[in-house]
């Protein structure tokens, strides 16, 4: 027999084998954790078109969500989950592997009711069974719900009433719903089902119909934009579709205000109000819109405006008593409450026209409304710069704290290059007719609000001298000056006052031609 032929001990061709084994074993190591996390990622992807596909076939108005924020049970299935999906205007919560059997067994809030014989006095309750909200209360045996670490308890999407299992009966089920503590303001699905069979009639006599709700019927229509502030739109959208009909809630990213207040015009006259969710140039917007109202004779159908402060400096909500900015820390049904109970107050807006001097101008003067204030100076340069960079990526300016941070730095910066130096040499100033001399400035505010740059009370200054306050109902402009962006930082935390120009029904800013 002949002996096999190995390498000896510490021969190269022994070193090339143990070599191959290791590249193999290196290259197992790198390429298959990348495989696995690629078969996932796909897989994921997967299941996200397939998701998508459902959502966009479905009556439900579903959102994914990764973790739930409170103990959670699938309607389908009964099981606690901690990620699946949720339908933002009924409350329905499912796992992903149940969403196709949701849709089919479970109904979401009807816009109009399908059944035209349908009265306004008709409509029962909707119940859906378990994740009732917490510290809610039994409406039979006045005992709280919601308890036991299971799927349990009911909760009507209308009026937001709660009842035990075991309370539930059948009387319950057909009984009456009264939409609720917002019935006030919430558009009954069998109104806007009389509406359309009213203008089908051709027949336009609301005011008979909206008389069966009450004289204390005031409907709310929410225009939420989901770009203000610190982003938080696009939840408070869900929220208000729970409380109220989905069909009372816009996004004006998606709809603009002009559409979205088209609505009113099938409400009885003076009745319907608005609650305005973003920054003031948001409420400016709906502002706007409700001119538009007017110049299509629409001003019976013209809404109250009130406002939740979403956006960066929130001037205008402050000045109208609504606060410098809401960061959840009341829930949304006390908001509902607060618009209810608020008192109406008038406001002043004003015509700004821009015009380009000379001979031969044949253009037409551009025209803006003002609400708050407009300036020539350091602050309109940061509020430019600031817009500027926002339109180009919206997605970092999502933090109310960072917005101003980013305020600070082009104040910061104009502190050192002074673009707007020896203002009072380029242009010229007129209070109703008369010119005003000024000295060495680089900017002009004028003042339609208390309010400016986040919460400061501009003309007052430190509150040393006595000067009447600022309103914004006295058909008055407040004028003054400011010698950078060193100085608007010392007014703003009460070290310094602003040149105090003076107060005037009519501003003219004139440029000096040399």
């Known amino acids: 027999m002949e002996a096999e032929r190995r390498p000896a001990p510490g021969s190269p061709s022994e070193g090339l084998f143990a070599d191959g084994h290791l590249i193999l074993w290196t290259l197992c190591s790198v390429l298959l954790p990348v495989f696995i996390t690629f078969w996932c990622s796909l897989q994921r992807s997967r299941r996200l078109l397939h998701r998508r596909d459902i959502f966009r076939k479905s009556k439900h108005g579903w959102r994914d969500t990764d973790l739930f924020s409170q103990p959670t049970y699938c309607c389908v299935c009964a099981q606690h989950i901690l990620q699946g999906a949720f339908c933002d205007c009924c409350g329905l919560r499912v796992d992903?592997?149940?969403?196709?059997?949701?849709?089919?067994?479970?109904?979401?809030?009807?816009?109009?009711?399908?059944?035209?014989?349908?009265?306004?006095?008709?409509?029962?309750?909707?119940?859906?069974?378990?994740?009732?909200?917490?510290?809610?209360?039994?409406?039979?045996?006045?005992?709280?719900?919601?308890?036991?670490p299971k799927l349990c308890d009911y909760r009507c999407?209308?009026?937001?009433?709660?009842?035990?299992?075991?309370?539930?009966?059948?009387?319950?089920?057909?009984?009456?719903?009264?939409?609720?503590?917002?019935?006030n303001l919430i558009i009954p699905p069998s109104y806007l089902t009389s509406i359309n069979q009213m203008r089908k009639d051709k027949k336009t006599d609301y005011e008979v119909l909206a008389s069966k709700l009450g004289k204390q019927w005031t409907p709310l229509i929410i225009l939420a934009n989901s770009r203000s502030g610190t982003n938080?739109?696009?939840?408070?959208?869900?929220?208000?579709?729970?409380?109220?009909?989905?069909?009372?809630?816009?996004?004006?990213?998606?709809?603009?205000?002009?559409?979205?207040?088209?609505?009113?015009?099938?409400?009885?006259?003076?009745?319907?109000?608005?609650?305005?969710?973003?920054?003031?140039?948001?409420?400016?917007?709906?502002?706007?819109?409700?001119?538009?109202?007017?110049?299509?004779?629409?001003?019976?159908?013209?809404?109250?405006?009130?406002?939740?402060?979403?956006?960066?400096?929130?001037?205008?909500?402050n000045t109208l008593g609504w606060g410098t900015g809401y960061a959840g820390e009341i829930p949304v049904a006390q908001v509902l409450r607060n618009v209810m109970e608020a008192d109406g107050i008038k406001l002043d807006r004003w015509k700004v026209q821009v015009t380009n001097k000379g001979y031969y101008n044949l253009?037409?003067?551009?025209?803006?409304?003002m609400n708050n204030y407009f300036s020539v100076g350091p602050d309109a340069l940061m509020a430019l710069n600031f817009h500027a960079h926002?339109?180009?990526?919206?997605?970092?300016?999502?933090?109310?704290?960072?917005?101003?941070?980013?305020?600070?730095?082009?104040g910061t910066k104009d502190c050192l290059v002074q673009e707007c130096k020896d203002l009072n040499k380029k242009v010229e100033l007129e209070l109703d007719g008369e010119r005003v001399a000024l000295p060495s400035l680089e900017g002009i505010i004028v003042l339609n609000i208390?309010?400016?740059?986040?919460?400061?009370?501009?003309?007052?200054?430190?509150?040393?001298?006595?000067?009447?306050?600022?309103?914004?109902?006295?058909?008055?402009?407040?004028?003054?000056?400011?010698?950078?962006?060193?100085?608007?930082?010392?007014i703003q935390v009460k070290l310094a006052n602003p040149f105090r120009i003076g107060q005037a029904h009519t501003v003219?800013?004139?440029?000096?031609w040399l």
Request: glycine share 10%; charged share 25%.
């Open 363 to 369: 253009r037409k003067p551009k025209e803006f409304t």
């Open 232 to 317: 938080m739109g696009e939840g408070l959208l869900g929220e208000f579709r729970i409380l109220l009909n989905p069909v009372q809630v816009f996004d004006v990213t998606k709809t603009p205000p002009i559409k979205a207040l088209q609505l009113c015009t099938l409400l009885p006259y003076y009745s319907a109000r608005v609650l305005v969710c973003g920054g003031d140039g948001t409420v400016g917007w709906v502002l706007d819109a409700v001119d538009d109202m007017k110049i299509k004779g629409q001003e019976k159908y013209i809404p109250q405006v009130a406002v939740l402060p979403l956006g960066t400096g929130n001037d205008l909500s």
């Open 508 to 512: 003219r800013v004139g440029e000096i």
């Open 96 to 148: 992903e592997g149940c969403l196709k059997k949701a849709d089919r067994r479970f109904q979401c809030k009807e816009i109009m009711l399908k059944n035209d014989t349908k009265v306004l006095d008709a409509m029962p309750h909707h119940w859906i069974r378990g994740n009732v909200p917490l510290c809610s209360y039994c409406m039979v045996c006045k005992q709280q719900c919601g308890c036991q």
């Open 157 to 183: 999407i209308w009026c937001q009433k709660t009842v035990h299992d075991e309370c539930m009966k059948n009387s319950l089920k057909n009984e009456k719903c009264d939409f609720g503590e917002f019935k």
């Open 390 to 410: 926002r339109e180009k990526a919206p997605s970092l300016f999502s933090s109310r704290i960072l917005n101003k941070a980013v305020y600070l730095f082009y």
């Open 450 to 490: 208390g309010y400016w740059g986040g919460g400061c009370r501009l003309w007052e200054g430190m509150g040393d001298e006595t000067y009447p306050l600022a309103r914004h109902d006295d058909g008055l402009l407040e004028v003054v000056g400011v010698y950078g962006s060193f100085h608007c930082a010392q």
